[in-house]
């Protein structure tokens, strides 16, 4: 997962210079399934598989209202420096993490 | 198959029936599927799954003390749920929802007592071995009105337990030689976000991690009167912190007789301490994020997983040399890792391929797999006659 998603970062920071229609374009079906993998089982270790909390606070619906996107997506690229939330950027793209952030705040899907 | 099935029913009918066929539970262990609230009861000594036992709830983070007579498992759920498993019989024995969130327990030196360690609400419970009666309720109130995470519950010895505040930054001990009034003492100020901690094998040295300081603090239960201490101070040096993609668990990490190996938090090394002045003996340098570092029972090697994104690898560290003397590429998400109790073999758990391997530690060889739905952690029954485990 890893080794793709770095050029994929790079890639969109190149397009979104130039073409960004395309910068924005879809988070693949088979990604989104990599990624909500990782939601439950890599966000999961510190906010809980099914996000109800842990170490981190709670992700679900109710817990998110009201805190606007854009925020909780700079909290998700950048981290929370001096906490444990750690910062996705390089591994994630910011498509990616708008998507996640969307899901979340939609609630997630409970399938694995 | 013909002769397999109907002698594997027979024995399931003995097994589950009564209790005529005698057997130890010395070589037994629990397997955690995390995503599917169930474990596996397994057996060492032919790696073998004996069974599985499902509906203990929410085990995405779950870990397991034994009864001192390795009969009995007790489960920490994520949920709160507290599960007393049968390791005979292959069932639940009792069950209680204890609280809304927790995150790990301990059992007493004398086995009568299991407390867990909560986070919502945050503080420790304490229930009765046999029965699983709530016996003792510990708040975690710090500052006004505050509750805070209860982190690293482990257990000492003379009754004693200790466990760390994360929001409040304290190390609290409780004395529960009158299980009904714990005696609760309180240290302050030790650093900030106490993350998890671990207890040496004597029960005397509690180590707690912190995340939001480069250090870790020292509690010598022979002599709470000298306060908590901060060790391995500014082991960071200044530097930019890597990101943690995922908090390394302390408990089981690797003390031998001379040092300690614990995880450096935001960098992909090890720290050796010098046991006897608790002073920085070295580091070594590793592939990622350690999340475990078990010592072989023996003390011989260490093995450690690793944070994601390089969980999919396992190092193997010379415990007289300080050098890694392989790199192990197991499989996708490496969760943990449990030793045979005299260390000959080394079991994982590889969680996104539904698997737990078995290891050789001598020849480093795989030697066997078997089949687990999203498996964390392996707990072998020998936990039962460790402090702090």
Redesign the interface.
């Known amino acids: 997962m890893l080794k793709y998603s770095l050029p994929l970062l790079f890639g969109t920071l190149l397009l979104a210079g130039t073409a960004p229609l395309q910068a924005s374009a879809e988070v693949t079906a088979t990604r989104q399934k990599e990624l909500l993998h990782l939601l439950r089982h890599d966000c999961g270790s510190c906010h809980g598989m099914t996000l109800k909390g842990g170490l981190g606070p709670a992700l679900l619906p109710d817990a998110l209202a009201g805190k606007p996107a854009a925020t909780l997506e700079a909290t998700v690229l950048y981290g929370r420096a001096g906490t444990p939330m750690p910062p996705w950027r390089g591994l994630l793209s910011e498509e990616e993490v708008a998507w996640l952030v969307a899901i979340l705040k939609q609630g997630v899907p409970d399938a694995h | 198959m013909r002769i397999k099935l109907p002698a594997l029913l027979l024995l399931t009918l003995v097994l589950g029936g009564c209790a005529t066929s005698l057997r130890g539970t010395g070589d037994l262990g629990l397997i955690i599927e995390?995503?599917d609230g169930s474990v596996l009861i397994v057996e060492s000594s032919n790696r073998q799954k004996l069974g599985r036992i499902e509906g203990l709830g929410?085990l995405?983070?779950a870990s397991v003390v034994y009864s001192r007579d390795e009969r009995y498992a007790y489960v920490f759920g994520?949920?709160g749920g507290l599960t007393k498993v049968d390791m005979l019989r292959r069932r639940i024995a009792a069950r209680v929802m204890q609280s809304g969130?927790s995150?790990g327990g301990a059992i007493s030196q004398n086995g009568r007592l299991v407390a867990v360690a909560n986070?919502?609400p945050g503080g420790v419970k304490v229930f009765d071995a046999d029965t699983l009666e709530l016996l003792a309720d510990i708040p975690a109130a710090y500052g006004d009105g505050k509750f805070s995470?209860v982190?690293g519950l482990e257990d000492s010895t003379d009754n004693r337990f200790a466990f760390s505040l994360?929001d409040a930054g304290e190390i609290w001990t409780a004395d529960l030689s009158d299980p009904r009034r714990p005696v609760i003492q309180k240290f302050r100020d030790i650093g900030?976000?106490p993350?998890d901690a671990l207890i040496s094998e004597d029960g005397r040295h509690y180590i707690a991690g912190l995340?939001?300081e480069d250090g870790l603090v020292l509690l010598d239960m022979w002599h709470p009167e000298q306060g908590a201490r901060r060790i391995l101070d500014h082991y960071g040096r200044g530097e930019q912190a890597l990101?943690?993609?995922?908090?390394p668990h302390l408990e089981g990490w690797a003390l031998s007789q001379d040092h300690a190996y614990l995880p450096a938090v935001g960098r992909h090394e090890l720290l050796i301490v010098n046991r006897h002045d608790w002073k920085e003996a070295g580091r070594i340098a590793l592939y990622g994020q350690p999340v475990f570092a078990m010592v072989r029972p023996d003390g011989r090697q260490v093995w450690v997983n690793f944070a994601?994104?390089h969980n999919d690898t396992v190092q193997v560290i010379d415990t007289v040399t300080h050098k890694v003397i392989a790199t192990l590429k197991p499989g996708k998400?490496v969760l943990h890792m449990e030793f045979t109790p005299r260390g000959e073999h080394i079991w994982l758990s590889i969680?996104?391929e539904d698997r737990v391997d078995v290891y050789d530690t001598t020849t480093l060889q795989r030697i066997g797999s078997m089949p687990a739905l999203?498996p964390s952690g392996i707990f072998f029954t020998a936990r039962a006659h460790r402090i702090g485990l």
């Open positions: 995390r995503a929410d995405s983070h994520r949920d969130n995150i986070y919502q995470k982190i994360y900030r976000l993350y995340f939001g990101p943690v993609y995922k908090m994601h994104p998400a969680r996104d999203k």
